[in-house]
């Protein structure tokens, strides 16, 4: 009897285990449900489904991307790529667990896995002075397949899809388009035509006037003003009634690369003007004026007498060479002396690669003194510069225009007597 007894005891045991365990499955299998439903489940092959808080922590208004990833339509097809850090707007939707892709405002018809994208507060602003561009009457056609690229060359788009688009820059191994409301470039290979089209009835200008300004001084400072009797001293006075005529006259501000691309017949512009400051010195009246009229200009630095590094400028400044130490009387023996028409080549190059070097590369140049030659313009293209300036003309065109020689631009040197008369003269040779 005491041995059946020790083996019904045994079984009472194992039940009791066995219940246990029962129990806890049971319990387990309750939590495994309650916390699929509320942070994903696992699919067939035991892997997690993504969360609803993960899905919704990837999605706002404004994204961009983490990387370069796929385009996709509403059924999950690939339409084409996007590049890495591209900022997107997404459309207004509800978010589930069960949510794959974002679908993409900015052009319709496309959508965007969820894990590809981060969420951002707002968009970055967009440069968008191409807008004052003189759009070109003519179309590229792409291929069937269409790469977007920035100024960069980075991948922005690509897009399964064949686009007729209006011409806005023709460079040299690419075309400056809009799309989704931004300029972005297409590779000449993938366009199968050019055609004439209708996009515009203006007409690039007949020239761009360049002005050359030098030191300033506040018209009210009876001591700055003693202190800047030279007649390339300009009072804000002066200064700020050409800025007021450019802004009543809506005449556009270029920058350097836009009026180099305008010579080489990339781009069109409207009516315009360069704005040029030689030297460096006493210019920040100047610079604080054209920012707060947000006009843009470029200084002429002479970067042994100033450091290019410390030098005051805003957005709107752009410094170029005016030499490192060539700015000197009497270094030749023609003119005022100066001394890129004469020195030695190594000479010439040391000094020329010390400003380059100073402005982070500037490929744009301005003879000290106005004074060249022929010697003056091998030495620039040999150090890797583009374009040079001189001052006025004898000839009565002093206008920059399509074609003009690129190491001779002329500009109008405006001194302290130069009348509003004179100024709008300059422009109305603009057609």
């Avoid at 011409?167 to 035509?193: A, M, Q, T, W």
């Avoid at 809506?250 to 315009?272: A, H």
């Avoid at 001189?390 to 001194?415: M, T």
């Amino acid at each position: 009897m005491q041995r059946k007894r020790r083996i019904n005891n045994k079984k009472v045991i194992i039940a009791i285990i066995i219940f246990i365990i029962i129990f806890l499955l049971i319990v387990g299998g309750i939590y495994l449900l309650i916390n699929n439903n509320e942070e994903g489940s696992l699919n067939v092959n035991g892997n997690k489904k993504d969360s609803l808080t993960q899905i919704q922590n990837h999605y706002n208004s404004y994204v961009k991307t983490n990387k370069e990833a796929k385009l996709y339509d509403k059924n999950g097809n690939e339409l084409g790529e996007i590049g890495n850090g591209v900022e997107l707007t997404l459309v207004e939707s509800k978010i589930t667990k069960d949510t794959k892709y974002f679908e993409i405002s900015d052009f319709e018809g496309y959508y965007i896995k969820w894990e590809d994208v981060d969420v951002i507060e707002e968009l970055s602003s967009v440069d968008n002075r191409y807008k004052n561009y003189i759009v070109f009457n003519e179309n590229i056609v792409t291929n069937d397949i269409t790469s977007f690229y920035d100024k960069e060359d980075n991948l922005i788009y690509k897009l399964n899809e064949s686009f007729d688009l209006p011409i806005i820059i023709k460079d040299d191994d690419r075309y400056g388009v809009e799309f989704n409301n931004r300029l972005l470039y297409i590779k000449k290979d993938e366009v199968v035509d050019v055609k004439d089209n209708h996009n515009t009835d203006l007409h690039n200008a007949s020239g761009v006037g360049v002005l050359n300004y030098h030191a300033f001084y506040d018209a009210n400072n009876a001591e700055e003003k003693a202190n800047c009797p030279s007649e390339i001293c300009h009072s804000t006075a002066q200064f700020k009634t050409h800025l007021d005529f450019f802004k009543e006259n809506n005449i556009f501000t270029v920058k350097m690369e836009e009026l180099e691309m305008y010579i080489d017949g990339k781009l069109q512009l409207p009516k315009s003007v360069a704005i040029t400051i030689d030297d460096g010195d006493r210019t920040k009246y100047a610079v604080d004026m054209l920012t707060e009229y947000k006009m843009n200009a470029t200084i002429f630095l002479i970067t042994s007498w100033y450091d290019a590094k410390n030098y005051y400028v805003t957005d709107y400044i752009e410094l170029h060479s005016h030499s490192h130490s060539m700015h000197d009387y009497g270094d030749c023996p023609t003119g005022q002396g100066g001394g890129i028409q004469c020195l030695p080549e190594s000479e010439i190059q040391e000094d020329l690669r010390l400003s380059r070097e100073a402005l982070g590369g500037s490929t744009v140049f301005c003879y000290p003194f106005y004074e060249y030659n022929e010697y003056s313009i091998e030495q620039l293209k040999k150090a890797g510069f583009t374009m040079a300036f001189i001052g006025e003309s004898n000839n009565s065109d002093n206008l920059v225009h399509v074609g003009s020689d690129k190491f001779r631009l002329r500009r109008f040197v405006i001194v302290t007597y130069t009348t509003m008369t004179d100024l709008s003269n300059y422009f109305g040779q603009i057609k």
